[in-house]
């Protein structure tokens, strides 16, 4: 007697049409999460624009870099810190310095915030800063000429709401 041969029947159909469209759907379903959490972003006006402006702004980062003055960005409580340092010389005095506090998607919780020197090279600001990641743009200046121009990803712990 002769064993029975496969026959492909509509529960197998079924079976193949639910694994097709079951790795479809949580492909996507995993890839719309990554791009949720992940991704950096970057909102502009005008993308035309923007792209126009590239190359100018990457030589100006290029010129304030060369300087060797840096600067670095911390939250406690409701204090916003940035001290500003040269790799050599030490504390850098500015006239302004501003920061800027960006979520890395959209634009509902952006703030800026102009900072206060407290000591050579210390800047500090009063304000509550909801937990969570931000991308913190500085700028600072002296004498009316930009001297520094950092962008840095901060961490403010906590719970995000």
Same mark, same amino acid.
Do not use: C
């Given at each position: 007697?002769?064993?029975? $041969?496969?026959?492909? !029947? +509509?529960?197998? @159909?079924?079976? /193949? @049409? %639910?694994?097709?469209? +079951? /790795?479809?759907?949580? /492909?996507? *379903?995993? @890839?719309?999460? #990554? &791009? =949720?959490h992940s991704?950096? +972003?970057?909102v502009v006006k005008n993308t035309y624009v923007a792209s126009q402006e590239f190359n100018g702004k990457v030589a100006e980062a290029k010129a304030l870099a060369a300087t060797g003055i840096t600067g670095s960005a911390s939250v406690s409580g409701s204090e916003i810190r940035y001290e500003l340092r040269h790799s050599e010389r030490g504390p850098v005095e500015a006239d302004v310095v501003t920061l800027q506090f960006k979520r890395p998607v959209g634009v509902s919780e952006d703030f800026s915030v102009d900072l206060t020197r407290i000591s050579e090279g *210390?800047?500090?600001?009063?304000?509550? *800063?909801?937990?969570? =990641?931000?991308? %913190? $743009?500085?700028? &600072? &200046?002296?004498? +009316? $000429?930009?001297?520094?121009?950092? !962008? $840095?990803?901060?961490?403010?712990?906590?719970?995000? #709401?």
């Open positions: 007697m002769r064993p029975k $041969e496969f026959v492909f !029947t +509509g529960r197998h @159909m079924l079976a /193949v @049409m %639910v694994a097709f469209f +079951g /790795v479809v759907i949580s /492909v996507n *379903v995993y @890839m719309a999460w #990554q &791009a =949720t991704w950096s +972003g970057l *210390v800047f500090v600001a009063r304000r509550d *800063v909801p937990p969570g =990641t931000w991308i %913190v $743009e500085a700028s &600072a &200046a002296r004498n +009316g $000429e930009r001297i520094l121009h950092n !962008t $840095e990803r901060l961490a403010v712990p906590g719970a995000r #709401q």
